[in-house]
Structures are given as C-alpha cells and as structure tokens.
C-alpha cells in the first residue's frame, strides 16, 4: 500500500533559522506531491505542489519544496522561517492515474520561538 | 481559487444520535469528493471516496452502515454519522477535485472541516 512518511514529528526553531521537513512516499509509479500547511485553529492550505518538469518548486510564503525522484523524497524548505509560520504541515501524494485519493503523511509540527 | 464549502463548522450532539455534515464545491463541479478524519495530533485519515450518483467507496475499517455517504449532485456531498458515540468526536474535513472548468487538474482542494463533539 502507498504511504508517505514524515521523518520530524515536531520541530522547534528560533526565528531565522532554517527550515527542512523530510518526506518520503513508498509509491513507485507517477505520483503528484503536495505540501499543507494547517495553522491553529484553521484549515488546511496548499503551500505548494508538484506535478512534473522542475524538481524545484516554490510555494507560497517563501517556502520551496524538491521532488528527488531516486530518493522518493519531497522535502519542504524555507531559508529564515517566522514566528508566523507555527504550524501542522502535512506531505501529500496523490497517484497520477485519475480520480484518485491523497494520503497524507502524519504531520510534523513546526513551533517557532523568537 | 476553487472553495469548497462545509457546514456546519462546529457541531455537538448527543450520543445516540446522527449528525449530517455538507461538502459544496461552490465554483467548481465535482464527480468525485473524499471525507477524511482527523483525531487530535494525528494525520488525516481517508474514510471514503464519494462518487456522483454512485455508492460510495469505503476505506478498511471504516464501518458503511455508520457513516452514510450521498453524493446526489455535482456540487454536494452528505456525510451523515448516524448512531454517534463519543469515540466519533473528531474532525472530518471533504476534499474534491474539480471536473473540467478552470480549476480543472490534478489538485484536490479542501473544505474547511467540520468539528463534531459527541457528548
């Protein structure tokens, strides 16, 4: 069965840090990657996504993401990340073959201090 | 973008009871609609998949008889816990993909969950 892993189950950092969130996904044919970011209290919203050409992919709010197919990974990156940017992020996979599910990893939190 | 709609946001009922949560594609039409769970600090958890005008798909362990599943158009979808106990008090957000139009493609967009509480 496909699923997708999420290495960090929370992760505390002080604001200007850098940020790097592993993720990797068990399937092997053509797949469609996603990035949600759900802040407290709300719902959940598309950062970024992968569909195909450019590995590199850059989302919203400064965040970025590379699809390394040999790894099956999908990391999320963001270079300085803010007080703002405490939050539940969750990795996606959807397989690229029609109507079709998204499985979610299980999150990693991310809490940053100033 | 694409909005997809719930309603209600936040319910409580008592256990014993069923409870009825909508999922609108308010721009988009949508074939196909999915309800996930989401218990407190876990992920979400795909339920079922609902089709237009079909039975709806179940994941393992996902008892049918327990959450009813009715896609009657394009643009709705009903999940309805009937007989909720407390161990249902969860978050239950619908997604859907968009059929044709200009939100068509590979993203699911989400609704913004519904807050059930079984006291």
């Known amino acids: 069965a496909q699923s997708v892993s999420q290495h960090n189950h929370h992760v505390i950092l002080s604001e200007a840090a850098s940020l790097e969130l592993g993720c990797n996904y068990s399937?092997?044919?053509?797949?469609?990657l996603f990035w949600y970011v759900q802040y407290p209290g709300q719902h959940l919203q598309l950062l970024l996504k992968?569909?195909?050409?450019?590995?590199l992919v850059k989302g919203i709010k400064g965040f970025e993401a590379e699809f390394i197919k040999s790894k099956f990974s999908f990391n999320l990156r963001k270079p300085s990340v803010q007080w703002s940017d405490t939050a539940e992020y969750f990795c996606?996979?959807?397989?690229?073959?029609?109507?079709?599910?998204?499985?979610f990893g299980k999150g990693t939190r991310l809490s940053v201090i100033a | 973008g694409a909005v997809v709609s719930q309603h209600p946001s936040r319910v409580i009922c008592k256990s014993g009871t069923s409870v009825k949560i909508e999922c609108r594609s308010l721009d988009f039409q949508a074939t196909t609609m999915f309800w996930y769970r989401q218990f407190p600090k876990q992920s979400l958890m795909l339920m079922a998949t609902?089709?237009?005008?079909?039975?709806?798909?179940?994941e393992q362990g996902v008892e049918k008889d327990k959450f009813l599943i009715n896609h009657a158009s394009l643009t709705l979808s009903t999940l309805t816990v009937t007989s909720a106990h407390p161990e249902d008090s969860s978050f239950y957000i619908c997604?859907?993909?968009?059929?044709?139009?200009?939100?068509?493609?590979?993203?699911?967009?989400f609704g913004e969950g519904s807050w059930l509480t079984v006291v």
């Open positions: 997604s859907a993909r968009p059929r044709g139009g200009p939100f068509s493609g590979n993203t699911i967009y």
């Open positions: 399937y092997g044919g053509t797949v469609n």
């Open positions: 609902s089709n237009e005008g079909s039975k709806a798909t179940y």
């Open positions: 996606a996979v959807k397989r690229d073959s029609g109507n079709t599910p998204l499985v």
């Open positions: 992968y569909f195909s050409g450019d590995p």
